[in-house]
């Protein structure tokens, strides 16, 4: 089993720093999602690459259901 290191809480971002965070880590990770099976979907001749796109996008779309469900 892994050990997992849990992120440091953060304050939330004053109005003036608000344009710097114009993503949050949900969206973020669901975009990857959808561009790593574009991707995966190319790499036709490339067994490798295309199999470790699918393991990446595997661990994504489980985090990103764990995160929906968990908060």
Do not use: K, W
């Not at 304050?11 to 993503?23: C, Q, T």
Request: some cysteine.
């Amino acid at each position: 089993m892994s050990n997992v290191i849990p992120f440091p809480a953060r304050p939330a971002p004053s109005e003036a720093d608000a344009d710097l965070f114009d993503i949050d880590l949900l969206t973020a990770v669901d975009v990857a999602i959808r561009d790593l099976r574009d991707l995966a979907q190319r790499l036709h001749g490339d067994e490798t690459g295309q199999e470790q796109a699918q393991e990446c996008l595997s661990m994504l779309a489980r985090a990103l259901e764990n995160a929906r469900a968990y908060g």
